[in-house]
């Protein structure tokens, strides 16, 4: 009896002590969390001021908002591209730094910096971009990125153009001041008034070619294709540009050959396409070594979207290196400055021809052996010709066949550089 009393008094307070446990813990927790909420109450989610969400998303900056612990709360498409927000933070120490100084005395900050691209710490090509950082509310701060790489990459091709342009200019112009200076010293003896009259032509000419390239290149980068643009044949633009230096190749007892450019047609802007060519044939005479010979080549392609019409232009000169071959198409770069001057070369003709195929929606590009040669390719568009067009180029076709005769074809091989169609890999521009 007694052993049942005692086993029921401890069960009793068990139970008691369960309680007074339950009751503890469940008081608890209620004050833990009235404590959160105060601390909620106090310290709310920073939120967008009203109407920011939406002119973010319509500017055409990188935005990025940071609450008062540098999380961002909100970041454009933009900012995830370049790589400046990973992690939902800054990946920019700089911008961090601005950031947290604007936090702390509310002043608008700007700087220009120069990042790595994707925002990390290696070096590499660099972002150059505009930050301008300011508060937005009271407790957070919006971060507006401008990237002006592009605009400062003009800048420089602008920069070097204008300086390019004056120390060509300056050279013929140059020449002609002292030569005049020389023809008046020697009135008297007409010997050497003939000899510096010549030098001045020559000076003349130079400088007149150069100027008229200018005027050519500056056309092409402003001009849009689709201006005058026509059905042009192709044999009328190799007849023309074959023209264009028949004096040249037969004072070097060059031979000039066209072969498979009969019926093949490209739409675009005459005058241009026939300054592209002509650029290209010419400079393959004027750097081929005397009694070799240049060989014009068209074929047509057939492509996934539109069929593309190739013209090909294959020398037996000295070839270009292949650290010259990267630069060959750019502005006033020479791959032999004292040749080009014996040969009265601006170094513009190649860039020329790099703006006329790009605005026509094609492509130029570069195969060539140091020794063996080289061989220049357009890749432009073909178009289907109009009846009239067709009719018209009757006569021209005639001629190509007698370009053909009297000139044959140059051989397609894989070990002559004199090939329209070089199987080796080409350096696309």
């Known amino acids: 009896m007694d052993v049942t009393v005692a086993e029921a008094a401890a069960s009793a307070l068990a139970g008691l002590g369960v309680g007074l446990t339950a009751a503890l813990s469940f008081r608890w927790s209620e004050k833990d969390k009235k404590k959160s909420a105060k601390r909620v109450e106090q310290h709310p989610e920073p939120e967008l001021p009203p109407g920011v969400d939406t002119v973010l998303s319509v500017l055409r900056s990188c935005a990025v908002v940071l609450d008062d612990s540098d999380q ?11 790589g400046l927000v990973r992690g939902g933070a800054i990946a920019v120490n700089e911008m961090l730094v601005m950031a947290r100084l604007t936090r702390r005395d509310g002043e608008i900050r700007q700087a220009d910096l120069d990042i790595p691209r994707g925002g990390g710490k290696q070096s590499g090509d660099a972002l150059a971009v505009s930050v301008r950082v300011a508060p937005l509310g009271s407790r957070l701060v919006l971060v507006l990125v401008e990237d002006l790489t592009e605009a400062r990459r003009i800048e420089a091709v602008r920069r070097d153009f204008v300086a390019n342009v004056s120390h060509e200019l300056k050279t013929p112009v140059g020449a002609l001041s002292l030569l005049s200076e020389a023809v008046q010293d020697a009135s008297d003896d007409p010997e050497a008034v003939r000899r510096f009259a010549g030098r001045m032509l020559i000076e003349a000419t130079r400088l007149t070619s150069l100027v008229q390239e200018i005027i050519e290149l500056s056309r092409v980068q402003d001009d849009d294709r689709l201006v005058d643009a026509e059905p042009v044949a192709v044999d009328e633009l190799v007849a023309e540009a074959m023209d264009r230096c028949r004096h040249q190749a037969a004072a070097k007892q060059i031979t000039m050959a066209a072969g498979g450019i009969a019926g093949l047609y490209l739409h675009g802007n ?3 396409l026939a300054a592209a060519l002509g650029n ?5 005479v004027n750097y081929s070594p005397v009694r070799t010979r240049v060989a014009i080549a068209a074929r047509k392609v057939p492509g996934s979207r539109t069929d593309t019409v190739e013209i090909s232009v294959t020398d037996q000169g000295t070839g270009i290196s292949e650290k010259d071959r990267e630069r060959i198409f750019e502005r006033f770069y020479r791959v032999d400055p004292a040749r080009s001057r014996a040969t009265g070369g601006t170094g513009l003709g190649l860039s020329i021809v790099k703006h006329v195929a790009a605005s026509h929606g094609g492509t130029v590009s570069v195969w060539s052996v140091e020794g063996q040669g080289s061989t220049f390719t357009l890749r432009l568009p073909t178009t289907t010709p109009t009846g009239a067009d067709a009719a018209r180029s009757n006569g021209t076709d005639a001629a190509a066949d007698l370009y053909a005769e009297a000139e044959p074809e140059p051989e397609t091989s894989t070990q002559h550089p004199l090939s329209a169609h070089h199987p080796a890999p080409e350096v696309q521009s």
């Open 72 to 82: 961002v709360i909100k970041a454009s498409s933009a900012a995830y591209a370049l």
């Open 270 to 272: 005459r005058g241009q």
């Open 280 to 284: 290209l044939v010419e400079n393959a």
